[in-house]
């Protein structure tokens, strides 16, 4: 595995909204141009203006979402799906590789993750939001190395 975990931070989030689809892939999202409506709302202030990957086990199997996160109340665009987020808390670990690394996405940095969290003394939320955050400059300006950074949440008690 060469995903390196940096950090590790906690955040304490209030109640928020998802807003975007569920089961698309990021290539229709580029390709339809589905972050523009997004873009011209208030976005929630702990998330920026991050784009979202997101999952969470809903009826007993995975429901991914690709969108943003934003404040409760915000006005959801035509064409949209919004899943309200209770205030939760979140261990975000910050992941660093070379851009365009597909080892970001594999359940071994998952698993990575989970027992960095565990060793710090987290305790997972079960069947609960994990998230990546795609935080412009940190995954979108590659370092002089080439290396970017994901900020990979999961949902904790």
């Known amino acids: 595995m060469a995903v390196k ?3 590790i931070k906690k955040e304490s989030w209030p109640g928020c909204m998802l807003i975007g689809k569920r089961g698309t892939n990021w290539g229709e999202w580029w390709g339809n141009g ?5 873009e ?3 976005s929630l202030p702990e998330n920026g203006d991050a784009y979202i990957g997101a999952v969470r ?3 007993g199997a995975p429901e991914r979402w690709i969108g943003m996160f934003f404040p409760e109340g915000t006005t959801v665009p035509e064409g949209y ?3 309200r987020i209770p205030a939760k808390e979140y261990a975000v670990c ?3 590789d070379k851009d365009g690394s597909g080892d970001f996405y594999t359940m071994e940095t998952h698993q ?3 027992d960095a969290l565990k060793a710090q003394g987290f305790i997972r939320s079960e069947d609960d939001w ?3 955050r795609y935080n412009c400059p940190r995954f979108t300006a590659p370092d002089e190395d080439g290396l970017v950074i994901l900020d990979y949440g999961i949902a904790i008690e």
């Open 5 to 7: 975990i940096i950090d």
């Open 34 to 38: 589905w972050f523009e409506p997004l």
């Open 40 to 42: 011209k709302q208030p």
């Open 57 to 59: 086990v809903a009826n």
């Open 81 to 83: 799906e919004a899943v």
């Open 94 to 96: 910050y992941l660093r």
């Open 112 to 114: 990575a993750c989970l």
């Open 130 to 132: 994990c998230f990546e």
